[in-house]
């Protein structure tokens, strides 16, 4: 029995950082041309959706949380600096009489 359980590595995510946009056009291109002659000869075309249509789609779990949901409540935080004032003067005084 271990006392800590080791993590899986994370996978490998071969996302360029750098892309060339005169590239991406040229790719755009000829893939537009080759289903348009696909479509002359008859043959159905392969269907590749673009992915620039679904980016942002799926990371909502990326997304921050709602701000209102951070905050500490008002009645929570007079409550924690009451019990640290009386704290505070135990510590000084020695005792809990005010």
């Known amino acids: 029995m271990a006392l800590f359980s080791t993590r899986d590595p994370r996978r ?4 360029h950082i750098y892309t060339s946009e005169r590239k991406e056009k040229l790719d755009k291109l000829v893939a537009e041309a080759k289903r348009e002659e696909q479509i ?3 043959e159905t075309p392969e269907y590749k959706p ?6 942002g789609k799926f990371a909502k779990n990326l997304k921050r949380a709602d701000p209102d949901r951070r905050r500490l409540h008002p009645g929570i935080a007079i409550a924690i600096i009451v019990v640290l004032i009386i704290l505070w003067h135990y510590l000084m005084t020695g005792s809990f009489r005010f």
Request: avoid cysteine.
């Open 50 to 55: 673009d992915i620039e249509s679904y980016r």
């Open 12 to 15: 490998f995510r071969g996302v």
């Open 40 to 42: 002359e000869r008859g």
